[in-house]
């Protein structure tokens, strides 16, 4: 059972993603789809085309016909599910469900599924209840791999170039890292159509990751792009494993998500923007101030695209690059279709660090993480709250308490998260203040009282 996580199956080829399971993940999954078709595509692991056929033959053997994407970026996966297919009959059809096969940003020996049905994200108690009924299943599930083919990659293109065309020949120097990932499946093509001055790094796939961990929010990561960009380029951007996640990057700034909200939303009329609980407050107070709504909410990628489509917002942001545009986009996560409306806010005239240095200085943290035990964390969490009702004497007053992802507390100059991951055996923490010394008094305070929530559940 622990393949089944909160936003996706994920775990180790051959070890915890065998025959028998994945075939009947497949199967399962295709019972629960009403329509005739489903989409799968893949990212660039070794063993990605193995979990394809795998996948392919449960579905076949639930009565679902499959259509081959191959490799792709997870965004364009999501894309097929919004737009009329043309197979090679000439039949044209729409999917019900996709599948993208990936680990993400996990280590090579990983990998996963991200499951879309009826435009929708397949997760939380969907993805944990499938794994019991798997559990329980006996059906012998026989190979299958039959498909049909369509070329997802080049009706993306297309998409994006169109909706672009206005950035043709844009005066820019633009460097990219597509760290050995699917994003070199697209980028180059797009950036050449468009005629823009691009130098792209580790472009080629290659599932082994021979340059560094495709992970753009761990700056050991980020060290190759930085070098390159200082030496011949205006502006940066570097992509996770499956590339809904970037990296933005200047010569002086490493632009993280909730501050790339900020600039997106500055051209747009009062927006309705959907920050996770790890955003800066900065983001939350400046959408507002500038007349826009802004909403705290859970963190998660599924999270996020189910709010946006309970609001309508217009964006939603996740610190570590995930952006999901609404406005004049399908409110998924897409690192590549980010890339072309952060150069658009710099073909309109905008100066990027001027806008970062603009808004209010704060002092924060980067995530902070705290091992602890599956089993233990959201006891962790459960008693924390419950320490927090009657904290220390010496303890930061408190202004005010957000339970909507573990606990955001709000103190007079700033603020502090705990939050239990829902992805690995940690608590995730983060700090931000008006002062140094502020923060650093919230995280001690913080710090310490999750120690003695600890000793409260042992």
Known sequence: MS????????????????????????????????????????????????????????????????????????PVNYFCNYREMILENAKVVT??????????????????????????????????????EIESLVEIIPDNNSYDEFDAISEYMDYIVEEFEHLKGMDLDIVYDCGNVVAGTVLPTIFDRLEL??????????????????????????????????????LAFAYDGDAD??????????????????????????PTVIGEVKCSQVMYDTIRERGGKAIMYKTGHSNLKVKIRETNADLAAEVSGHIFFNDRYFGYDDAIYTTFRMLELIHRGMDVDAEVEALPPVFSTEEIKIKTTEKEKFKIID??????????VDFPNIKEIIDVDGVRVIFENGWGLVRASNTTPVLVTRFESESLDDAKLYEKALNSLIESAKELIS
């Open 245 to 270: 996640r970037i990296a933005v990057l200047t010569k002086k700034h490493n632009i993280k998500g909730d501050i790339m909200a900020l600039l997106f939303s500055k051209q747009m009329a009062k």
């Open 197 to 234: 001055r691009a130098k792209g790094i580790f472009v080629n796939p290659d599932g082994s990751f021979p340059n560094h961990h495709p992970d753009p929010s761990e700056e050991e990561n980020l060290e190759d792009i930085k070098l390159l960009l200082n030496r011949q380029g205006d």
């Open 95 to 132: 999917s019900s469900a996709s599948v993208m096969i990936t680990g993400s940003h996990n280590p090579p020996e990983y990998n996963g599924f991200k499951i879309t049905i009826d435009k929708a994200p397949f997760f939380g108690e969907d993805i944990y209840a499938l794994g019991r």
């Open 383 to 392: 008693a924390l709250k419950v320490k927090l009702e009657t904290p220390p």
């Open 3 to 74: 393949i089944y996580r909160e936003y996706d199956i994920r775990g180790v080829f051959e070890k915890e993603l065998n025959e028998e399971t994945v075939k009947k993940i497949g199967y399962t999954l295709g019972l629960k789809v009403e329509g005739e078709y489903v989409v799968i595509g893949y990212d660039a692991r070794t063993h990605s085309p193995k979990l394809f056929e795998l996948l392919c033959s449960g579905f076949k053997h639930a009565g679902k016909k499959v259509i081959n994407i191959q490799m792709v970026p997870t």
